[in-house]
């Protein structure tokens, strides 16, 4: 099965920009149905985009679109969230994940490999 690491969260301003990684190995990440989530303190853990399996077809969250943009190097075998004019209510923790069993979805539920996910904290 493909195994998953963040990286790049970070502590930034409002309106400041970062770029989290996602890197797999074990198995290819096109194999896969993958996505970003996050989850805020007190709150559920929320799809950001998912990817569907295959393609590089996407769905962004309508609270990151215009900000956001995923992107995937299939032979770094990573994907990318590159996150512009961050703003406070963006602070949470950032998982990356793939499913095993869906060709694309936006639910926690339907993703069965997780991250250890990476923190963003965006100050006003």
């Known amino acids: 099965q493909v195994y998953l690491v963040e990286s790049g969260g970070g502590f930034v301003r409002a309106g400041d920009s970062l770029k989290l990684s996602c890197a797999a190995s074990?198995?290819?990440?096109?194999?896969?149905?993958v996505g970003w989530f996050r989850q805020a303190p007190g709150r559920e853990r929320e799809s950001v985009v998912h990817?569907?399996?295959?393609?590089?077809?996407?769905d962004y969250a309508d609270f990151v679109k215009g900000r956001f943009t995923v992107s995937r190097d299939d032979a770094k075998n990573t994907m990318y969230l590159q996150m512009n004019d961050l703003k406070p209510e963006d602070t949470a923790v950032y998982f990356c994940?793939?499913?095993?069993?869906?060709?694309?979805?936006?639910?926690?539920?339907?993703?069965?490999?997780w991250g250890q996910g990476t923190q963003v904290t965006v100050s006003s």
């Open positions: 994940a793939a499913s095993t069993t869906v060709l694309w979805g936006d639910k926690r539920d339907e993703y069965d490999i």
């Open positions: 990817l569907r399996r295959f393609d590089l077809s996407t």
């Open positions: 074990g198995r290819p990440l096109i194999d896969y149905a």
